[in-house]
């Protein structure tokens, strides 16, 4: 019985981290899998939820703005709205051009932000990162197995209530419209400004998402520091959407699942056959698996373990659901 | 301000070339490849490679430099040689990932491809060369005095710096020569603004790709070799640069190569006059700050003819 | 003699979609020939299709007694078959002459020989060598088009709607030009709207419905045929073919 506490801690914070994944992944597929948007700075907008949350509900910080010991639920709050502050400015830029315009632009958001995170102490606490980030219940719960427990249970919550207002979301005739405009070039310049305004509202809503990822992510573990928000999370995010299949919530939500059963696996196995002086290496080893399943699923199953249920027109099967045209 | 300058265009150097490549692949194959900038740090790691083993060719002790440069023989020949590796491994990255991919038509799949190629591309050189940064030569350059300290703040710059400047100069001209007067340069530039007429045209457009990919990597290699020598070499070293690279080539307008050459100067200059105001620590969000501004005021670039 | 002989050809976009649903052509050495019909009937994805640039999902294609159902388009020039599509049909970035001359190096023509040829059929061309083509004036382009086109001696010449765009005197120029081009050997195969124009041009013609051919026969035979009229009508074609 005894044995059973490490395994179950162990499942738990594994589980943890699968969830909030999810919560990103379910971000990333508002926008590309329904509206064909490509983001590559999902780490950026991960970490301004991150950064936001721990800054409004930490005590006070001696070196760096805040915290502000604000409750944690505000935190969160606060954290959709900056991130979708910054994906409002990032998408007025580059949401009227061709979409690898948008590519580009967010992977200089992304840049950008880690400069931000790693020199403006005064806000981000450099290097270092922000400590002492509040755990919700810790004081009813303690730092343990039974925490751990709780905040899977609201990280599921948080989850379950995002998928269910995505699933609304998509469903609704402006859901249809976003894969009209995904579907469909012409249909999209028949819309003209339109079009525009409905990729941005797709844009920040899927940013928020992922900034409320962020927040869940830095009130499990408690502290952040710029090296958390590298471009390796952006390309774990699309690995599981892409894997699970765009274009479906239950896919992203199965492609968080099983991209980090994998990662978590691959690292495991790594360092055991691995020497403890190449850690490094293997750890860049990991990566390229990574890198090498997600192309063989672009390659070979284009449409993920699950694929797209809804939306689908027959005979257009073969092209699944890959997005706009060239 | 003069030394800001010289820093500048020598960094923009090496943002020139890199976007020349990254135009190119943009035009022809039509996609954004975040994977290029993957193609310097192999470069520059291929011609570590390289050198390592033409001095030990040359018998023991490290390299004879050149007149007053801090590298030899050994290195030029390395360079080559890594410029060679390069082009084999762009055209076996198009054949094992992109060119499947094109197959299917959705030019933004190749987008997300090239991004997963470069983090894996990055991480098998960390596994095989580690993380350290390295040079090619220990030598201590005598940076030459070009202007005296009191003409606006004066200028220095090293030999090694200068044989930047000139062979980028060389090889943006031989580009040019190529790209207006051969029947493969005036193929690509038709494959650029319309693939389906240049088939119709008699153009093999796999060869024309190949060209590009080749073309690309060569100059990828050579950007690569001179960030390492006046840099140094780490396995960020193409990656940090991915976003400059970027900026140059909108800058510039998608498809010129002129454009990617005037573009890789302004970012270079940029970053570097960004110093002073911003701070070392932000440079690199400069080439960030250069994209946005040219996106909304003028995407398709200083030089672009389609939007 | 059959220049060209397209038979139950189906062909489309994207798989389980045809557009050309088994139509079949057969074109005769050295005549004009052209294919009509309503708007989104297919022709121009015909005349892609057999050009290579759309996949054939059945039928053949024979070019003379060759099968070309299978070669790639940037072979077809070698086999001897030109296409100028409708738009886009020229590399606006280059120059006249460069746009002339790739074509040329490419397919390895002697161009000492065949250039003067090409540029005395298209004498405005010759005057305007070293002009960025997207410079040319529309009647021009199309020229440009065609020059390029020809530049390699092809036995068969297709061309989507020549004169699209173009004012009746300059669609007349295109004409004329082509007939010159035809005096000398070229099988003509040509896509229009213009029903008039192109009757009064070709020697025999078919219509394409919802991508079969309905009728084929000399041209003057369909100028009188009422059913013409019926599709036409039918279709709201009648305004351009007016
Ligand atoms: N690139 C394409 N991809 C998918 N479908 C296409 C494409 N081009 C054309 N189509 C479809 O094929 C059908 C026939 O088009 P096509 O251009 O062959 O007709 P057409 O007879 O040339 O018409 P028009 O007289 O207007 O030129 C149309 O329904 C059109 O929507
Ligand atoms: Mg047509």
């Known amino acids: 019985m005894a044995d059973l506490i490490p395994i179950l801690s162990y499942v738990t914070f594994f589980l943890c981290f699968a969830v909030i994944f999810a919560v990103m992944a379910l971000g990333l597929n508002l926008q590309w899998g329904f509206t064909g948007l490509f983001n590559v700075g999902v780490a950026g907008f991960v970490a301004v939820g991150a950064y936001t949350s721990a800054i409004l509900t930490a005590p006070p910080y001696p070196d760096s703005l805040g915290g502000f010991g604000l409750p944690v639920a505000a935190g969160w709050v606060g954290a959709m709205i900056m991130s979708g502050l910054v994906a409002l400015v990032v998408g007025v830029a580059a949401l009227r051009l061709r979409h690898d315009y948008l590519a580009i632009t967010t992977f200089g958001v992304a840049v950008t932000l880690q400069l931000v995170a790693l020199n403006a102490r005064w806000l981000t606490g450099g290097p270092f990162g922000l400590q002492f980030i509040p755990k919700p219940f810790q004081d009813l719960l303690g730092t343990g197995l039974a925490w751990n427990m709780a905040y899977l249970a609201m990280s599921l919550a948080v989850l379950g209530l995002v998928y269910v207002a995505l699933e609304r979301l998509v469903k609704s005739p402006f859901g249809r419209v976003l894969r009209a405009i995904r579907e469909d070039e012409t249909a999209a310049e028949a819309l003209g400004k339109r079009a525009f305004s409905f990729r941005l509202q797709s844009f920040v809503i899927g940013c928020m998402v992922m900034g409320l990822g962020g927040a869940l992510y830095a009130h499990f573990v408690g502290y952040i520091a710029p090296e958390d928000f590298l471009p390796i999370l952006t390309f774990q995010i699309w690995t599981m959407l892409i894997v699970g299949g765009s274009g479906n919530n239950r896919g992203a939500i199965a492609g968080a699942l099983a991209v980090w059963l994998l990662w978590s696996l691959s690292g495991t196995v790594l360092r055991q056959i691995i020497p403890q002086s190449e850690q490094a290496r293997g750890a860049a080893l990991q990566i390229v698996l990574i890198g090498v399943i997600l192309a063989a699923m672009l390659i070979w199953r284009p449409r993920g373990l699950v694929g797209e249920v809804i939306g689908t027109p027959a005979g257009k099967d073969e092209k699944g659901n890959t997005g706009k045209k060239a | 301000m003069l030394q800001l300058i010289a820093d500048g265009l020598i960094v923009g150097s090496v943002i020139s070339l890199g976007a020349i490549g990254v135009t190119m692949t943009y035009s022809i194959l039509r996609f954004a490849n975040f994977a290029h900038g993957e193609l310097l740090t192999w470069g520059a790691y291929l011609a570590l490679t390289f050198l390592g083993f033409f001095v030990a060719l040359g018998g023991a002790g490290p390299m004879q430099p050149i007149g007053p440069f801090s590298f030899g023989w050994p290195l030029l020949a390395a360079l080559a040689a890594a410029a060679l590796m390069t082009a084999l491994l762009a055209l076996l990255v198009d054949w094992l990932l992109f060119e499947r991919l094109r197959a299917h038509g959705t030019a933004i799949v190749l987008v997300i491809a090239s991004f997963g190629a470069a983090l894996a591309m990055r991480n098998l050189l960390q596994f095989i060369y580690g993380t350290l940064p390295d040079y090619y030569s220990r030598e201590i350059q005598i940076a030459i005095r070009l202007v005296p300290r009191d003409v606006m703040g004066g200028m220095r710059i090293t030999p090694d710096q200068l044989f930047v400047l000139a062979l980028t100069a060389v090889t943006v001209v031989l580009l040019h020569l190529f790209l207006t007067y051969t029947t493969l340069g005036k193929a690509m530039r038709a494959t650029a603004h319309n693939p389906a007429l240049a088939r119709l045209t008699g153009i093999d457009v796999r060869a024309v790709i190949r060209a590009a990919w080749i073309i690309g990597a060569v100059l990828a290699a050579i950007a690569g070799v001179f960030s390492g020598l006046t840099v140094q070499i780490r396995p960020g070293l193409g990656f940090d640069l991915l976003l400059p690279l970027f900026a140059a080539a909108i800058l510039g307008g998608i498809g010129s190569v002129y454009g990617a050459v005037a573009g890789g100067l302004i970012v270079g200059l940029a970053e570097s006059l960004s110093v002073p105001l911003f701070g070392a620590e932000y440079r690199a969000a400069t080439a960030f700050l250069v994209l946005i501004a040219i996106l909304l005021v003028r995407p398709t670039g200083l030089f672009g003819e389609r939007s | ?242």
């Open chain 3, 1 to 242: 003699m059959i220049a060209l002989c397209c038979t139950d050809i189906v062909a489309g976009y994207e798989p389980g979609l045809p557009i050309v649903r088994g139509a079949s052509i057969s074109v005769r050495q050295a005549e004009i020939f052209a294919i009509l019909g309503p708007n989104g009937s297919g022709k121009s994805t015909l005349v892609k299709a057999v050009a290579g640039l759309v996949p054939i999902l059945s039928g053949k294609v024979m070019l003379g007694d060759e099968d070309i159902t299978a070669v790639p388009a940037h072979r077809m020039i070698g086999r001897g078959l030109a296409f100028v599509p409708q738009t886009e049909n020229i590399f606006a970035n280059l120059t006249v002459a460069d746009n002339i001359d790739l074509a040329a190096s490419i397919m390895k023509v002697d161009k000492r020989r065949r250039l003067p040829e090409i540029y005395d059929l298209f004498p405005d061309l010759a005057r305007q060598k070293s002009l960025v083509a997207g410079r040319l004036s529309g009647g021009q382009r199309q020229m440009l088009a065609c020059a390029r086109a020809l530049v390699t001696s092809p036995r068969v010449l297709m061309l989507d709607e020549p004169s699209a765009g173009l004012s009746p005197r300059l669609v007349g120029v295109v004409f004329d030009n082509l007939r010159q081009v035809r005096a000398t050997g070229v099988t003509i195969v040509l896509v229009e709207q213009n029903v008039k124009a192109a009757l009064a041009l070709a020697d025999r013609a078919t219509v394409l419905v919802e991508g079969k051919d309905r009728i084929t026969g000399p041209s003057g035979e369909l100028a009188s045929d009422a059913e013409i009229a019926a599709l036409y009508f039918g279709h709201g074609g009648a305004g351009k073919a007016a």
